[in-house]
């Protein structure tokens, strides 16, 4: 990493933007393939439906694939063995080809790799070598240390992004992306407008590193994604579609000052619960179809729906709903 960008962040800080980007781009026309645009042929992020997962892949797969849905992000890699809930990569691989499934992405956990003080790494070459079998193009960090999200600040987003840059120099010799998605606490400020993600932004290498941008949660920390595109263009490959109960839409206040102790407010994820609450894209408050304007700023390849929760009764109805709307809306 040029020592002359870390001079200057440091003097700068990294404040971003607040302007919003003139709609300057035709909706989702970022790459398209025969199947259409990244918003059009749109894919699920398989966390999504991780009960009915953990009872019967297979099962869950073909009923994805019945939908409509042509790709899918996995998530829950076994770090040590590489399976996904129970089943090998072959055998995963097996029952992708079976319901003509593609996957481009996955999330792989690299909570102890991102945490300078864990000496128990996780295993990014039997990720690579995992990804690779599948036929991935990205490998994701889904989130930072858990166990120390009220600890995370400058000097630990600086080694994430180092250890990020790491992982993707390794990945690029299997023609591999390393990748980070985003929650809310990215969004939390240091002093000087600094943020989680803004730090991570700047110290990754793009040529190395890409970053899947949670349009839910960019938004409910409050933050434009527009301005992020702007600032950071073409660094936003992969996009999370998820939307937000138009009763739960008050974004969250994570810069607020205790008064009592001086500092800002601790994460807490308790109350943050309280506030939250998801429904199926097109049901809720966040405005797609304006989003879908600035992909070719994002640098938008690949986008999922995700549902952290899905409160229907019938999951599948649920993910059918909101491919339904993708593909009513999009071309």
Known sequence: ??????????????????????????ACDN?????????????????????????NPEEVLKQVSNIGYKHVETYGADPSTGNHWGITTDALKKILNDNNLKTHSGHYDMQKY?????????????????????????IIAPIPPLNKLNKLGIPEYQYMA???????????????????????WEFKEFGNGTKGLDIL????????????????????????????????????????????????SVPLDLNKFDERTGKRDSINLDEVTKTTKYTEVGSGSIDYKNMATFANESGLKYAYVEQDDIYMPDKYASIKKSYDYMQKNFK
Do not use: C
């Open 1 to 26: 990493m040029m020592q002359s960008r870390r001079n200057f962040i440091k003097l700068a800080g990294l404040s971003i933007a607040g302007g919003i980007i003139a709609p300057q781009f035709l």
């Open 31 to 55: 790459k398209p393939t025969d199947l259409g645009s990244p918003l059009k042929n749109i894919g699920l992020q398989l966390f999504t439906l991780r009960d009915l997962l953990a009872q």
């Open 114 to 138: 991102l945490d300078k003080d864990a000496s128990d790494k996780e295993n990014i070459e039997k990720y690579i070598e995992v990804a690779h079998n599948l036929g991935q193009e990205f």
């Open 162 to 184: 180092e250890q990020l840059n790491k992982a993707g120099e390794m990945s690029k010799k299997a023609g591999i992306k390393v990748g980070y998605h985003n929650h809310y």
């Open 201 to 248: 932004l700047a110290f990754t290498e793009p040529d190395l590193v890409t970053f899947e941008l949670d349009l839910f949660w960019i938004t409910k920390a409050g933050e434009s994604p527009q301005s992020y595109f702007d600032k950071y263009p073409g660094r936003f490959s992969q996009w999370h579609i998820k939307d937000m109960d138009r009763a739960n």
